[in-house]
């Protein structure tokens, strides 16, 4: 009596792991397949935003100006001496000038402009080098080490450069602050 009692018990046991693992293997494709399909989209999505209007329509005064601080913050960049001082060197300004030019064109800090800039350009290079290290788009992108440009990552981004090249959040676009 007690042996079939047991049996019984092991025989629910096993009927129980079964249908666990089961499910878990089911919502495991699922959520692989969601996984294909945001990066799929995530994918069309930067191939938009990195295709270049054959036109420029923009022709203002502000716009002109937040085009060439683009242009020389990128060459900051790469020179390594990524400053307001040093982006305002490079535009042929005194620093106070480009502080009030910028704020008033951009609507927020030099710094936290810059800061956008360096963002922008690692999240792209996180989406199409898959094959750089982490640490050195961060050096590519102005940060010296490791610790500043994943602090920065996360703060405009919420969630860790890993996370974002991954593909693992659900919609990568800057935090709105």
Known sequence: MYWALIVILYLVLIVGAWQLL????????????????????????LALLTTKPEEETTTSPDDLFLKEVQTRVNEAIDAGDISVDSVALRMNLGTQTFRRRLQNAAGISPKDYILSLQMRKAASMLLMQKDVNI????RNCGFED?????????RIYGCSPGQYRDGLIENNKPKAE
Request: hydrophobic content about 30%; charged content about 40%; overall charge positive.
């Open 22 to 45: 089961c499910r878990s293997r089911k919502e495991h494709e699922a959520e692989v397949d969601t996984l294909k399909q945001e990066i799929a989209r995530l994918r069309e999505k």
């Open 135 to 138: 640490q050195e788009i961060g």
């Open 146 to 154: 490791a610790s500043s440009f994943n602090h920065a990552f996360k």
